[in-house]
């Protein structure tokens, strides 16, 4: 009788963990990525060109760098993402967009500020004197500031608690007429801010309903302002926990104190950066007050009658003209205008976060040079007998 022998189970060898590959950090730029940025920059230099100047009938240096510099941010977005990933390479498209904008700025600082001085905010172009022996202490902007603070501000005035209240409406109530809503919006956020001035125009104005004036600019500031600041808005309402709701609504609150207590203050510093962005928006408007405003050389405070300037306007104007005086000044007003956005941005976050620190200084007990000084005195526990 023959005997099988077992057969012995072969060992397998253990099963190595597979480990996660390493993150990526958009932060870290070294010499390899900054050779792949300046081979996109020279590739996309070269492609732009031969298109441009050679296979097309296209000319001008604006046109060119513009054609040059999209095309960049489109191959470098597609280099970023076979290299790296996807996040990554949009992070690093949007970061030289940033530097970009920063890098614009500060050439616009460099025109205009060597040659500000503090005539330029309380006179206008009434009385300007080209050929005189210092022309840019004749000449000011403050005409274009008080007609931009005004047709901004009846805006924002107008806009913001209409676009607040169509977000709380689509995000919070709801019911058959969202769609329709939410359709209207979404096509008004992609309209041509020339639209919105030709708008006002062919309705109001040349049926002499509104003359040209402030408060006709400020009516097409509010169509541009209205869906951007209802869209972000919404984005932001969704981010509020729902167990904030069902705790206010568990408690005994009606839906309307549910928003306004709880849902709206949570939401409170995205809603600001949701105005700042209308703001910012309609501020450096331009094509949407040549049809309404039309601009002026004279101070006008009122907002509902006679033309009126802005900073857009004035540069717009005078930074296609041959004086180079004239296009000093509009270098001059804009930088006026970056200046007012920026004390309107670092203003509103400021405002934002006053509720919010005050409460960590509380929590805190006043800060760390006075933790416990305005803190009550604690009270002795009474003992068995009743003894304090």
């Known amino acids: 009788m023959t005997t099988i022998a077992p057969v012995r189970p072969r060992s397998t060898p253990p099963v190595q963990p597979r480990r996660p590959p390493s993150p990526v950090r958009p932060r870290d730029f070294g010499v390899t990525d900054a050779a792949l940025l300046g081979a996109c920059a020279l590739s996309s230099l070269c492609l732009v060109w031969v298109v441009f100047y050679q296979l097309t009938l296209l000319t001008g240096a604006f046109g060119f760098l513009v054609c040059w510099y999209v095309c960049f941010l489109a191959m470098y977005w597609v280099v970023s993402a076979g290299t790296l990933d996807r996040i990554a390479a949009s992070d690093r498209v949007v970061s030289v967009i940033v530097v970009t904008g920063a890098a614009l700025v500060l050439w616009v600082s460099a025109k205009a500020v060597p040659n500000l001085h503090w005539q330029l905010f309380i006179k206008t172009q009434k009385y300007f004197q080209i050929l005189g022996a210092h022309p840019l202490t004749t000449v000011g902007v403050a005409h274009a500031i008080v007609g931009s603070l005004e047709q901004v501000g009846f805006a924002a005035l107008l806009g913001v608690p209409v676009a607040i209240a169509t977000a709380v409406f689509l995000n919070e109530v709801g019911g ?53 600041v209802t869209r972000t808005t919404e984005e932001v309402l969704r981010v509020v926990p729902s167990g904030l709701r069902e705790a206010s609504l568990a408690l005994g609150a009606s839906e309307w104190r549910t928003v306004w207590s709880v849902v709206l203050p949570t939401a409170r510093s995205g809603v600001i950066t949701a105005v700042l962005l209308g703001v910012a928006r309609a501020a450096g408007e331009t094509a949407p007050l040549l049809f309404t405003a039309f601009g002026s050389q004279v101070m006008n405070y009122d907002v509902f009658s006679h033309p009126q300037s802005a900073l857009p306007l004035v540069v717009w104007t005078n930074v296609r003209q041959a004086q180079p005086v004239l296009i000093t000044l509009a270098f001059d007003a804009a930088f006026v205008l970056l200046v007012m956005v920026l004390v309107l941005f670092v203003a509103a976050r400021v405002l934002g976060r006053t509720r919010s620190g005050r409460r960590r200084r509380r929590a805190r007990g006043g800060g760390p040079l006075f933790d416990g000084a305005l803190l009550p005195a604690p009270l002795d526990a009474p003992s068995p007998n009743g003894e304090n």
């Open 176 to 228: 058959r007429g969202t769609r329709m809503v939410r359709t209207v919006v979404t096509a008004m956020s992609g309209t041509p801010s020339v639209i919105a001035g030709v708008f006002i125009y062919s309705i109001l104005i040349i049926n002499h309903v509104l003359g040209y004036s402030g408060f006709a600019a400020a009516l097409a500031l509010f169509v541009l302002l209205l869906p951007l």
